[in-house]
């Protein structure tokens, strides 16, 4: 078996790198063989030129050129992404509270507690630091 970088021909962008019978290397697409499978984030092009480089370490890194550097604006997206997408699954978890029923079986003062609670996890956005740094409220008992 033979290995090959398939890249587009007009941007000279690494598309995957696929393994190919000795001698059939993809007539439909524009190929180069490589000596071993890597990730596809070890191979870019400069003056149309193959270079090899050090695997990405993270997704939030980008090529600029000459390094990896870490991309903060994807990385904090994707932080505020994981905030939001906790903080509903607590809102949720603590919808009972809301229930007329609710003030019946815990009484007025549990109630507020998690009304309070509630409120923080809406406020979550606005803390300090966000989304790096969070500091998460406490569930009432």
């Known amino acids: 078996m033979a290995i090959y970088l398939i890249y587009d021909e007009t941007t000279y962008t690494p598309k995957y790198i696929q393994s190919f019978p000795v001698g059939e290397a993809p007539e439909d697409e524009t190929a180069i063989e490589i000596e071993a499978f890597q990730d596809l984030s070890c191979f870019y ?19 600029n050129g000459t390094a990896w550097v870490e991309n903060t604006s994807l990385l904090n997206a994707s932080k505020a992404e994981y905030v939001t997408a906790k903080r509903e699954k607590l809102l949720l978890e603590s919808d009972w509270t809301e229930l007329p029923s609710a003030l019946a079986r815990i009484g007025h003062a549990k109630v507020q507690e998690w009304q309070s609670y509630r409120q923080s996890l809406r406020d979550i956005t606005t803390q300090e630091g966000y989304p790096a740094s969070i500091t998460w409220p406490t569930k009432p008992q």
């Open 45 to 63: 092009f400069e003056n149309q030129v193959l270079k090899t480089r050090e695997k990405q370490p993270s997704t939030f890194h980008t090529w």
